[in-house]
């Protein structure tokens, strides 16, 4: 029957490329939320009577890390895999675009409102109310946009298996990070033409997620139409879901290769992205209007370079050697950032460009190389788990970045807002370049060892 189905889709080229196309928008519209707050980091640590929300570096970092809450430590993402491959794409995607809109509409309500500067300690920690709602919206919007990211995968591997997979996985990652592109660069812009606005981006922002939303229904009925068009009918009826396939998924060691590879890779890029408009301004000395310009190039350049390097991998194969090669530029990348003598604005351009460069070669490579390792009914819960691992990293990282800088690398106030050395967290982000490398050669190793046919060219003649 997968058979019969992929023959039918796969006859239709114009069918297949728009449902990427329908897919990929929706998650630029995400991405466009994920990474807006990075170039209003500056403005957020402004005192309130100047525009500001008061935050420290340790708030912002908390607020970043947020994003995991729901999905490390209630699960929610590995459900959320398990909802997939039990209910379908459609059911799992317009649920997670939902709550991606639920969630940012309780972020923006949480920076718009003073709460009488009323504060709750919690663990520890006073949490004004902006900081403690704003965070709360941010966790549900983590939720909808991770399971939203499982789901794509899943849409693509199944339209294009066989075919331009990692072509269309690049193209879906290309447009979605035009989002963040748009975040980094436009999101000050848009702040300043409004006073100095921290919430009407954010109100920009949920209006984008609206159109999304309508953008994956329009998807979920040419999928609908599609199935009806299939003797055999229902495409997600595969062998069904069971509790022991994540058992059956921990076991395998390439798994566990490409799920820490995925989480050390991506602690050393989205991370640095939340606080790379604020090096610029600190390091760099650029006008923090201007800030996200050219920490935006790196998802721009990823729209050409990802396409490129998975195109490559469908039809020349390598893909862990692809992945190798990243984690190496990674490395040399980070170490550059973190010397202090150099600090012109040419010197960072040039580097984010090849950031751009290295972060197009890994995901090219690593997640259309899953369904090389996971059988396709178990997709979903693998790429949940794999996101699962992945979000450790992207709420432990930012805040562990926040408290670096608020305890060790303050040099100075201007305009009530402290500046900040950051060397020690480029040296971090280093760091987990130079494990991403460790964890690449074993799977390399692995793969020559069990025939997964990582290195092979994904499409079939």
């Not at 897919?23 to 009577?49: K, N, R, W």
């Not at 939720?143 to 879906?172: D, H, N, P, Q, Y």
């Not at 495409?235 to 390439?254: N, T």
């Amino acid at each position: 029957m997968t058979e019969l189905i992929q023959r039918k889709l796969s006859d239709s080229a114009v069918a297949r490329w728009s449902v990427l196309g329908l897919v990929a928008f929706t998650m630029m519209c995400g991405y466009f939320i994920t990474d807006m707050m990075a170039p209003l980091q500056d403005l957020l640590q402004h005192s309130v009577e100047t525009g500001g929300l008061g935050w420290s570096a340790n708030d912002y970092g908390t607020f970043t890390s947020a994003y995991g809450w729901f999905n490390v430590f209630f699960l929610m993402l590995i459900f959320g895999g398990m909802i997939l491959d039990k209910m379908g794409v459609r059911f799992t995607g317009l649920m997670a675009s939902a709550l991606m809109i639920v969630g940012v509409a309780i972020k923006w309500y949480g920076i718009t409102h003073d709460f009488g500067g009323a504060s709750i300690n919690i663990i520890g920690k006073d949490w004004g109310y902006p900081l403690l709602v704003a965070s709360f919206g941010y966790a549900i919007f983590g939720v909808g946009i991770e399971i939203a990211g499982i789901t794509v995968s899943k849409i693509i591997v199944r339209w294009f298996k066989g075919k331009e997979m990692a072509l269309a996985m690049g193209l879906e990652m290309a447009t979605a990070r035009i989002g963040t592109g748009l975040a980094i660069g436009v999101t000050p812009i848009i702040s300043k033409a409004f006073g100095n606005s921290i919430s009407m981006p954010v109100f920009i922002g949920l209006i984008l997620l609206c159109i999304g939303f309508l953008s994956f229904l329009v998807f979920t009925v040419m999928d609908k139409k599609l199935d009806k068009e299939v003797s055999e009918m229902e495409h997600d009826a595969e062998e069904p879901f069971k509790f022991s396939d994540i058992f059956d998924i921990i076991r395998l060691k390439g798994f566990w290769y490409i799920a820490l590879l995925c989480v050390l890779f991506y602690s050393a890029v989205f991370p640095f992205l939340k606080y790379a408009p604020n090096l610029m301004i600190n390091k760099f000395h650029i006008e923090p209007q201007l800030s996200g310009l050219i920490p935006m190039l790196l998802p721009f350049g990823n729209i050409i370079l990802t396409p490129f390097f998975g195109n490559l991998y469908d039809r020349k194969g390598k893909g862990a050697t692809i992945m190798l090669i990243g984690s190496v530029l990674l490395v040399f990348i980070h170490l550059m950032f973190s010397i202090p003598a150099f600090d012109h604005w040419i010197i960072a351009l040039i580097l984010v460009i090849l950031l751009g460069i290295a972060f197009s070669l890994v995901p090219s490579a690593m997640w259309p190389s899953v369904p090389k390792i996971i059988p396709e009914n178990k997709l979903g819960t693998a790429y949940a788990l794999i996101f699962w691992v992945q979000n450790w990293g992207l709420m432990g990282v930012p805040f562990l970045i926040g408290v670096v800088l608020d305890a060790y690398c303050v040099t100075g106030i201007t305009d009530g807002r402290p500046n900040y050395d950051y060397t020690i967290p480029m040296l971090i982000f280093a760091c987990f370049g130079i494990l991403a490398i460790i964890f690449a050669f074993l799977l390399k190793a692995e793969d020559k060892k069990k025939g997964y046919g990582l290195e092979n060219p994904n499409i079939q003649k």
